[in-house]
């Protein structure tokens, strides 16, 4: 209960009207709702791209001097860089707390990874806990973690969300100094994908601020001890399929306070406006995800093209390059917002046919990477990497 209490406080702290109320919302006190005549709007009715924008109306929108569009460009920006400070105070939660030792020392401390590996373990989780190794204690404690489990979606959403606005801006930035254009269909894709992402991230962040990790979280509650204790030992003492039985049985009570957060919080009220768009936008990733898995095979001189089945081995340079340029053109078609395709097609064109449209997806791919070729310091401080530094070379070399 005492858990369930403070996500009582921390919500009211959160609201929208609460004293944390941040400067998005503050923003939109006393002032009329936009109409759809006046300029798009974004799936929560708040201002957007639209779906209707057109290759000189997006020009005229990037340049603009007035008010409301310098406005409605900030606010993309504050609300992805706000966004990238709570998920990065909820990652130092999670190396804190000792929960990415659940993964791989290969995986890192990527959030999204711990994610899934979490996801694929609660399903069956008696065979970990009874080993009683450190990973089993790092499944207990998860498994216990209240707000872990509350939050772990939102914090998801809002990582795909704020890389999707992040990137559609960059790319939308682009066409207009780079040296590539999106088509209609591209651009359609492009604002909608953008929309959405911005309509998530207002959506989920009163959520994130109840469920941001507090000072006291650090180390978890005599209660999360002793429950995470006690799955380990149900785990170890006793066997299939009693041993399920009794896990469930264990975990009952944390599933109902789970349940009793979730209620508390604020998105369920737009869930049903945004769920068959975050649908289609997943349905689009899974498409390019294919189509990139078999461009990266046909590829020579990529890790999974020089592991290729015989199928693809088989086949001769040139003919491998072409294919693999065609397919990275059309799962760019299905994902405008993906880099490594765009990377992907530039590298296979630029083999065979050095010039403007293999530095065109160069381009793309170098402004999905957030790497500026008219900077001095292209990427913000960071050395390239290998892809980004040729994709680099191709472009400014042919500026010249």
């Not at 460009?73 to 105070?89: C, G, K, N, P």
């Not at 403007?356 to 008219?374: P, Q």
């Amino acid at each position: 209960m005492k858990i369930l209490a403070c996500c009582l406080g921390l919500l009211a702290w959160a609201s929208p009207g609460g004293a944390a109320a941040d400067p998005e919302h503050a923003a939109g006190v006393g002032q009329a709702a936009p109409q759809a005549g006046d300029f798009g709007l974004a799936p929560d009715g708040k201002r957007g791209f639209g779906s209707d924008i057109q290759p000189k109306e997006l020009a005229r929108l990037l340049r603009s001097d007035d008010p409301q569009d310098k406005a409605f460009l900030s606010e993309l920006a504050q609300l992805a860089m706000t966004t990238r400070i709570v998920l990065a105070d909820v990652q130092k939660h999670y190396e804190a707390r000792g929960y990415f030792k659940l993964l791989s020392a290969s995986a890192g401390d990527d959030v999204l990874a711990l994610h899934r590996e979490y996801e694929r373990l609660r399903k069956h989780p008696g065979e970990v806990l009874a080993v009683g190794d450190q990973g089993a204690r790092t499944l207990a404690a998860l498994l216990v973690d209240t707000k872990f489990n509350v939050r772990r979606e939102f914090v998801s959403r809002a990582r795909l969300a704020v890389d999707d606005l992040e990137r559609a801006r960059a790319l939308l930035s682009g066409t207009q100094t780079g040296h590539f254009e999106l088509s209609l269909a591209e651009l359609e894709h492009v604002v909608a994908r953008a929309d959405f992402a911005a309509a998530e991230l207002r959506t989920v962040r009163s959520d994130l601020l109840a469920l941001a990790p507090q000072p006291g979280d650090r180390s978890p509650e005599a209660d999360e001890l002793a429950a995470a204790k006690h799955l380990g030992e149900v785990a170890r003492g006793a066997r299939e399929p009693a041993r399920t039985e009794q896990l469930a049985a264990a975990l009952a009570p944390r599933d109902e306070l789970e349940s009793k957060m979730r209620k508390l919080l604020f998105s369920s009220d737009a869930e049903p406006r945004l769920a068959a768009l975050r649908d289609w936008r997943d349905r689009t990733l899974a498409t390019a995800a294919a189509a990139r898995a078999r461009v990266l095979e046909l590829l020579p001189d990529t890790p999974e093209g020089e592991r290729a089945p015989a199928d693809i081995a088989r086949l001769k340079k040139t003919e491998r390059l072409g294919q693999a340029f065609a397919l990275a053109v059309e799962g760019t078609g299905h994902d405008p917002l993906d880099a490594e395709l765009a990377w992907a097609a530039g590298h296979a064109r630029h083999f065979s046919w050095p010039g403007l449209e293999s530095v065109s997806y160069f381009d793309r791919f170098l402004a999905l990477s957030g790497v500026r070729t008219s900077d001095a310091n292209p990427a913000s401080g960071r050395k390239l990497t290998p892809r980004e530094q040729e994709a680099f070379t191709a472009v400014v070399s042919f500026r010249r």
